[in-house]
């Protein structure tokens, strides 16, 4: 599966009941996007986008393609309908990746893809490149030699914005010369190493696109912190991990006293329990996401998506009542478990590279760690600047909870009877 | 623009945009690092449409055959000008400029013009037409007519009146006009047609009355020579004239072209209501949608906000091309000029518009800048530019 290079624009749901909920919020915005632009549906020329991000060391560029003038060149729409669908652009990632990178050359600059998106602009869907070197750009003028649809539509531009550390972002509009897409559109033969040399601009003779087999090995070096974001990524948009968290949370700014809840003094007083809570379910779901990620364990996402659910309907349950027997650590640790099981399905959907597996592994689970702690402080120091107001033992603790144990049996339901109820 | 920012590398901005998810939920509220006008598409299943390409002339696996042919036989002049005409007839047809682009493309295993067959040629110096290259175009045109046998080829004769009456060239124009031969209708149109520039409105327009009087005249031919009669009626400050005239024009059928003119003669006759009518059918392009911003802002209609946002930002987007507001600059200027109530402004699109194509149009939007910048030197720039074309035109004479 070609998203094995993904960063961000890949489905990652592990099950039908998930992605379902999420498809419908998406479907909404989708929705509202396509009207929007059905709306404006501008006619303007063939345009490219690039930004470009120069810092000592490291080139970084981003690279906005539209989607109609790549189904020129390419034939992206595999089954001629009109339609350009997620899976006729997907498969055919890869060869826009190759069209394009033969027709970009940054002097002192080999590109390597590190990631892609998809873009909804005034006049269509633009693919998105996100394209990076080592290398520090030479200075004065950078040499950009552009070929993009110079054998399909001579008056195509690539609109350039240079970004250099500290300076003023540069315009330039980049005309395409015909003899760098020659160069390119004869794939594997020495012109096209050479096709930065071959368009024309002066160079040292370092310039030389890398081939084929150069670009994927740099490509996975230069990716190498895909997984992280993938983990970050899933976290963030993973709203029963992100709901079964704020459960926990809720009630981390108060004690339990016999008259009831009371609020902290300190943060300190607060920030322990959430260290333990959180470690607690970092840990229980680091065990079973490595247990199953190595294929050791297996479970039935048929179990593991309804217990999801049925963790934050109890979670929540006793935040308003208490009903363990144990500390929330312990309960949090068991239920943690369950979770790992449930990040463990994102990741075989991601197809982890064979060869570094242990160390894309590492990477989605610390994503995963980050972006829990993005939302554990976020929700921490909101929750602790509202600890002192009177209603928050009813309304924060009591509804909040109430709310979310009515999504969690929503949830319950759905996944269990793979029927739809929340609108999300 | 974030995006712009260098302390943030590509890959953490995007990591930012993952947030987005996040925050549809409300869970968060935070910067996302986009280019303006621009949102990030998350598609989750993969039949999910994500861009609906536009209309094919005719099948699109026909479409792509032929483009197949040509990359296998690119120098097959015959296949060639089939492709680029297929595609001019689509720019035509959506007012969509990428398909001139194509068009072009079609054509491009001739780029030495004197090496170029005579179709390939002339179908070249009609796509530099229809991109408002009209010195190229004029130039291949006379390539094209300078070979031997070639004073057959009324085609391209009539393009290159077109052309010279655009630049407002119409001496030279009438002497193309007079060698376009076969269809008789074709040239006494074209002279017409200059005629009625030039003033010489009463033998211009019992020219054009003789013709309609034809019978068995086609729709189409009907309709762009009543159009021609409406703006010399117009011109000539005859409102109820122009106004019958353009009405007839519209009974016909779908007019593109007449429509958008007899909105330009409403919004003048301060009738901006029943622009906004006559628009209302037709496809939004980008001088579609001037026009209802134009004359919804003067309405104070309720669609006019709108409009004038989405005209704003097809100018912003274009205008990322730095040639692009010579190139719209007609247009440009007249948003400024009304909307944006920006006479400097409007005064400097003009003046560089003029400088490349000279219709009545083009004139007035420039009388109209000058006279509301108030300035002296630009009234009589455009007193000036006026009289060496040679055009008679009663709304300007109003306004220098």
Known sequence: ?424 | MVAASATLSIAAMRSLQGLAGALAAGLFLAGIAAPAGAAPITPTRDDEVIEVLPASAGNRGEDRDLRKRLAARPDDAKLATAVARRYLEQARESGDPRFAGLALAALRAWPDPNAAPDEVLLLRATLEQYLHEFDAAVAHLRLLLARPGSERQSQAWLTLATVLRVQGRYAESDAACRQVAGAEIYQAACLAENAALRGETAAARRSFETMLAARGLPVSTRGWLTTSLAELEERDGRAGAADAAYRRVLKLGPDTYAAIAYADFLIAQRRPAEALTVLKDEARTDTVVLRLAIAGTLARSAAAPRDVAEMRERITLANERPEASVFHGREQAMFALVVERDPERALALARGDVARQREPLDLLVLAQAAHASGRREAIEEARRLKASIGLHDRRIDALL
């Open chain 1, 1 to 424: 599966m070609p998203c094995s290079e993904s960063v961000l624009a890949c489905p990652t749901l592990p099950a039908a009941w998930r992605s379902r909920a999420r498809a419908a919020l998406r479907a909404l915005l989708a929705l509202a996007l396509l009207l929007a632009a059905g709306l404006a549906g501008a006619h303007k020329a063939s345009d490219s986008y690039l930004q470009v991000t120069a810092a000592p060391g490291q080139l970084d560029v981003r690279w906005d393609i539209a989607l109609r003038d790549l189904d020129v060149a390419l034939d992206l729409d595999s089954d001629a309908d009109g339609k350009l669908t997620w899976g006729e652009v997907r498969a055919a990632w890869p060869r826009i990746e190759a069209y394009a990178l033969r027709r970009l050359a940054i002097e002192g600059c080999p590109l390597a893809s590190v990631g892609r998106g998809l873009e909804r602009r005034n006049d269509g869907a633009y693919a998105v490149l996100m394209l990076r070197s080592p290398c520090t750009l030479p200075a004065g003028a950078p040499r950009i030699s552009y070929g993009l649809f110079a054998d399909v539509d001579p008056t195509h531009r690539g609109i350039a914005k240079v970004q250099r550390a500290g300076q003023e972002v540069a315009l330039s509009v980049l005309e395409p010369t015909a003899a760098m897409a020659a160069a390119a559109s004869k794939p594997g033969s020495a012109t096209e190493r050479a096709s930065g040399v071959a368009s024309g601009i002066a160079t040292s003779g370092s310039t030389a696109l890398p081939s084929a087999d150069a670009r994927s090995r740099t490509t996975s070096a230069a990716g190498r912190w895909q997984f992280l974001l993938e983990g970050v990524r899933h976290i963030l948009t993973g709203y029963d991990h992100v709901l079964f968290l704020l459960c926990l949370l809720l009630p981390s700014v108060m004690r339990r006293t016999p008259p009831g809840w009371q609020p902290v003094e300190r943060l300190g007083q607060a920030v322990w329990p959430v260290v333990g809570i959180v470690s607690a379910f970092t840990v229980a779901h680091s065990i079973t996401l490595g247990l199953a990620a190595l294929k050791l364990v297996s479970l039935t996402p048929a179990f593991i998506e309804p217990a999801i659910a049925a963790t934050i309907v109890l979670a929540a349950l006793d935040n308003v009542l208490p009903i363990f027997p144990v500390r929330r650590v312990v309960v949090t640790f068991f239920f943690g478990l369950i979770h790992g099981f449930g990040f463990a399905g994102v990741l075989a959907e991601l197809n982890l590279p064979r060869a570094d597996f242990a160390w894309a592994l590492l990477q989605f689970n610390l994503g995963l760690e980050v972006g829990q702690l993005v939302i554990v402080a976020v929700a921490t120091s909101v929750l602790f600047g509202l600890r002192r107001w009177r209603g928050y033992p009813r309304i924060v603790i009591g509804a909040g909870s109430a709310l979310a144990i009515a999504i969690g049996v929503a949830w319950l339901i759905e996944r269990i009877g793979n029927v739809s109820i929340l609108p999300l």
